[in-house]
């Protein structure tokens, strides 16, 4: 391995960077194991650790927002064993939503919309409209 004043120049340049030693060594194409006998050999200084959990430097200016949780959830998502599954609205519009009133046990609707669902089912053709019935 030749370690021309050049290439130690590089060297000491991504060292101070802080680099990592693999990286180092990939950009130099020598092993890790020839990077680190190198600055030791150099006399480079050992550089600090780069991440230590709990001390590391705060980067300033880089303000985070706290990740909250999307607005967007969907309606099913607040249905519950005990809420009204009844659909208000269309579904692929913006304002849908269930019901969600209080449900009696093993029912899937509130008592406003249970005697509506049953109300619309099972009956249909029942309609006064056929001329002369009656
Ligand atoms: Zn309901």
């Known amino acids: 391995m030749d370690w021309s004043a050049d290439r130690i120049e590089t060297f000491r340049k991504l060292w101070d960077d802080g680099m990592a030693t693999r990286a180092i060594a990939a950009a130099l194409g ?28 705060r980067p300033v200016g880089a303000e985070r927002r706290p990740a909250t949780p999307a607005k967007s959830q ?20 913006q304002g849908f939503r269930f019901c969600l009133g209080a449900t009696e046990r093993g029912r899937s ?14 009956r249909i053709g029942r309609n006064d409209d056929r001329p002369g019935a009656g």
């Open 74 to 93: 969907h309606p099913i998502l607040s249905l519950t064993p005990d809420t009204c599954h009844w659909p208000i609205g269309d579904p692929k519009l």
């Open 30 to 57: 020598v092993t890790k194991n020839a990077v680190v006998g190198k600055a030791y050999r150099l006399g480079f200084e050992r550089r600090r650790p780069s991440v230590r959990p709990g001390s590391a430097p």
């Open 109 to 122: 609707y509130c008592a406003t919309h249970a005697a509506r669902s049953s109300r619309g089912s099972g």
